[in-house]
C-alpha cells in the first residue's frame, strides 16, 4: 500500500464499500458526538468524513487534534445510512471507519478559519495567504486561472502561433508607467530595467522572421492599484504577427476570447464585437472603456445652452466649456435628482444640472431658464417620457466626458438596468495619434509610441498632428479594457518624424530604442499585435470584484508582499557590491 495514499479524498464512492483505504490531507472539520468523532478529511481535490468511536486506541488523540493538521489515515469504507447521506459532496454516501492514524503535521492555532468564507480582511488574508488559498473560493479560482491559461495556450498553438520567451532583465524605457529598476553589479553605477511589456521584443521577433509569435508574458509596472490592476506585476497573452492588418488581429484574437468565455462561462457572448471610435466612445459612454449591457447613451448638447438663459452653463461655454447631457429613466424626482447632484459634488465636480420631465411638461431651474421649448426639444431627442430625467455634466472637454461618463454607470447600477447575464465585447478603435497637455501645450503621443500612424509619413507632415490618427485599439469587455494593441510603426523615417513632432529629437530614439530603430533599417515586415490581459480575464470569468481574487500571491494595495516582507532592506554588503549608497533622508513625492 502507498505511503500516503490509495485514494484522493474525492474519489472514494458506493463501489469501495468494505475496502481498505488510506487517505492523506488535513484536517478540515471536526464533529464529536461523545462517543464518535467525524473528521471532513481535505485534499487539493475534495473531502472524506472519516469516523472515529471511543473504542478507537486514537480516539484521544483526534479529539485534541487542531483544525489544519495534515494527518495519513488508514480504514474501512463503509455505506453510509440514508439518513446521514450528504447528497452535497461527491463521497457523501461513504465514510470511512478509521483504524490507523499518523500525525503528519500538527497545526498551531490559525489566524484565520480554512473552513469558513469569513472575509478577515486584507493584512490577515495577505499575510497567510497560504492558508487562504486552502479556502474554496480561492483555490477553485487559481486553479480556474491554470484552466483558463491552458486553454488560452492550446488554442494559440493550434491557431498557428510559436510560443517564446522574452527577456526579464532588459533597457529601461519611456513607455508610459514607472519602470522597476534593477542595478548591475558587474557594470556599477547602471542599471536593468523588468520589462513593462514585451513590446520591442515581440516586435524584434518578426523583424527576426517569425511570423506568428505568443507568451503568457510576465509585466511589471510601478503603478498604483485599482480593483482591476494589480501594483508591480501582472500577466498578459502577449502576441504579434507579421503581414497583417489591423482586421487580421482582430481576427486572430476574436476565436481565441470566444472560446475562453464560452468555456469558463454560462453567460451570453454576442457573436459580433462592435468597432466604434475612440471619438464616438467619448462622446456615448463618456470613455474610451464603454460598458454596453445597458443602452442609456449620453450626447452633446452644447448647442442647446450656447447662448441660452441658463447663464451659469451659457457662461462658461464662452470660456471652453461644453454640455453633455445623460438620460435618467424613471428618475423624474426631485430626491433622485438632488441625490445625483451631491453625488457629483463627491466626485468634484460642483454638482449636476437636471431636468425632470412630468405631466407632459419640464421642471426645474434648468428648464426654467432654458425655456421650456429647448427643454422638451431634448425630451423628444432622448425619446424621454413622463417619469423620466435629463442630467448635465458641464465642464471643458475631458472633465465633462468623465463625469457623464460616471453618471451613465451610476444611473445604470441604481436603476436596475445593466444585464448581468451577458459579456458585451467591443473594440475601440482610430485613438488619436498625439494629444496636447493641458499644463505645458506640448504635443505628446497619446497612447502607444511605436504605432503606425494612419496616412503614415504623409499625415505627419501635412496634418495638424491633433488630427492625425492611428491603428490603436482596445478590447474592452463589460466596461473593462481587457487589452490594447496596435499596428505598429516599422519604417525608420516615420518613427523619427513620429517621436519628433512629440518634441524627441532623432538622438532620443537612437538611444533609448536602439535595439528596434536599428532593426528596422535592415528590411522590417509590416506587423502588429495585441496583448489581453490574463489576469483581467480570469476576474471576469470567476465573477470576481478585485483583481487580487484571482492572482496567487498577490500585493496589498501598497505594493508590499505581507507574507515574504518585501519589499525589504538590504545589508552593507550588497549595496557595496552594487556601488550604491542609500540616502534615506531623500524623499521623492
Given at each position: 500500500m502507498h505511503k500516503y495514499r490509495t485514494h484522493k479524498c474525492d474519489e472514494l464512492r458506493h463501489h469501495n464499500v468494505k475496502d481498505v483505504v488510506k487517505l492523506s490531507g488535513w484536517v478540515h472539520r471536526k464533529r464529536d458526538h461523545g462517543q464518535l468523532i467525524f473528521i471532513d478529511l481535505r485534499d487539493h481535490y475534495g473531502l472524506t468524513q472519516v469516523v472515529v468511536d471511543s473504542s478507537n486506541d486514537n480516539f484521544s488523540t483526534i479529539e485534541n487534534l487542531s483544525l489544519e493538521s495534515v494527518i495519513t489515515i488508514t480504514g474501512i469504507v463503509v455505506e453510509r445510512?440514508?439518513?446521514?447521506?450528504n447528497k452535497s459532496l461527491p463521497t457523501g454516501d461513504i465514510e470511512v471507519n478509521l483504524t490507523e492514524l499518523e500525525i503528519i503535521s500538527k497545526s498551531n492555532a490559525l489566524p484565520l478559519q480554512v473552513n469558513s468564507d469569513e472575509d478577515y480582511g486584507e493584512e490577515t488574508r495577505l499575510k497567510f495567504r497560504y492558508l487562504d488559498l486552502r479556502r474554496n473560493r480561492p483555490h477553485s479560482n487559481i486553479i480556474l486561472r491554470s484552466n483558463i491559461i491552458q486553454t488560452i495556450r492550446n488554442k494559440m498553438l493550434e491557431l498557428g502561433f510559436i510560443e517564446f520567451q522574452t527577456p526579464i532583465l532588459t533597457a529601461s524605457s519611456p513607455e508610459g508607467a514607472r519602470d522597476f529598476l534593477v542595478p548591475s553589479r558587474l557594470n556599477k553605477g547602471k542599471f536593468y530595467a523588468l520589462p513593462q511589456a514585451p513590446q520591442q521584443f515581440k516586435q524584434l521577433i518578426m523583424v527576426s522572421g517569425f511570423d506568428k509569435y505568443f507568451q503568457i508574458a510576465p509585466c511589471f509596472r510601478d503603478e498604483d492599484s485599482r480593483a482591476d490592476r494589480s501594483p508591480g506585476e501582472f500577466y498578459q497573452l502577449d502576441l504579434e504577427m507579421s503581414y497583417v492588418d489591423q482586421e487580421d488581429v482582430f481576427d486572430a484574437v476574436q476565436p481565441v476570447i470566444r472560446e475562453v468565455f464560452t468555456k469558463f462561462s454560462k453567460k451570453t457572448i454576442d457573436e459580433v464585437f462592435p468597432k466604434i471610435t475612440y471619438k464616438d466612445s467619448m462622446l456615448k459612454y463618456g470613455n474610451d472603456k464603454p460598458d454596453l449591457?445597458?443602452?442609456?447613451?449620453?450626447?452633446?448638447?452644447?448647442?442647446?445652452f450656447t447662448n441660452s438663459g441658463f447663464s451659469i452653463f451659457a457662461n462658461s461655454i464662452e470660456n471652453g466649456s461644453i454640455v453633455r447631457a445623460i438620460p435618467g429613466p424613471e428618475c423624474g424626482s426631485r430626491s433622485v435628482a438632488d441625490r445625483m447632484n451631491s453625488w457629483a459634488q463627491s466626485e468634484g465636480a460642483p454638482g449636476m444640472g437636471y431636468i425632470i420631465y412630468s405631466e407632459s411638461t419640464a421642471k426645474?431651474?434648468?428648464?426654467?431658464?432654458?425655456?421650456?421649448?429647448?427643454?422638451?426639444?431634448?425630451?423628444?431627442?432622448?425619446?424621454?417620457?413622463?417619469?423620466?430625467?435629463l442630467f448635465f455634466s458641464c465642464a471643458k472637454e475631458n472633465d465633462a466626458a468623465s463625469l457623464a461618463g460616471k453618471a451613465r454607470v451610476k444611473i445604470a447600477t441604481d436603476k436596475k438596468l445593466i444585464k448581468e447575464n451577458i459579456f458585451k465585447f467591443c473594440w475601440i478603435v482610430d485613438y488619436p495619434m498625439f494629444e496636447k497637455d493641458e499644463n505645458t501645450g506640448n504635443i505628446e503621443f497619446s497612447h502607444n509610441p511605436f504605432s503606425m500612424p494612419q496616412g503614415g509619413m504623409d499625415a505627419l507632415l501635412n496634418k495638424d498632428p491633433l488630427d492625425i490618427l492611428a491603428y490603436q485599439y482596445d478590447l474592452v469587455c463589460n466596461g473593462i479594457e481587457l487589452s490594447s494593441g496596435a499596428i505598429r510603426n516599422h519604417v525608420p523615417d516615420i518613427m523619427y518624424k513620429a517621436f519628433e513632432i512629440a518634441g524627441h529629437k532623432p538622438d532620443v530614439v537612437d538611444n533609448k530604442f536602439p535595439g528596434l530603430i536599428n532593426a528596422f533599417k535592415f528590411g522590417a515586415p509590416p506587423h502588429g499585435g495585441i496583448a489581453p490581459g490574463i489576469d483581467r480575464i480570469v476576474m471576469l470569468l470567476a465573477d470576481e470584484p478585485n483583481i487580487?481574487?484571482?492572482?496567487?500571491?498577490?500585493?496589498?494595495?501598497?505594493?508590499?508582499?505581507?507574507?515574504?516582507?518585501?519589499?525589504?532592506?538590504?545589508?552593507?554588503?550588497?549595496l557595496k557590491e552594487l556601488g550604491i549608497k542609500l540616502d534615506k533622508k531623500i524623499k521623492i513625492n
Open positions: 445510512s440514508s439518513d446521514t447521506i449591457r445597458f443602452d442609456l447613451e449620453i450626447k452633446d448638447v452644447t448647442e442647446v426645474g431651474p434648468v428648464a426654467n431658464a432654458l425655456g421650456i421649448e429647448k427643454a422638451l426639444s431634448m425630451r423628444d431627442l432622448f425619446n424621454l417620457k413622463d417619469g423620466d430625467a487580487r481574487e484571482v492572482i496567487l500571491f498577490p500585493m496589498t494595495g501598497k505594493a508590499e508582499d505581507l507574507m515574504m516582507n518585501a519589499p525589504n532592506d538590504i545589508n552593507e554588503v550588497q
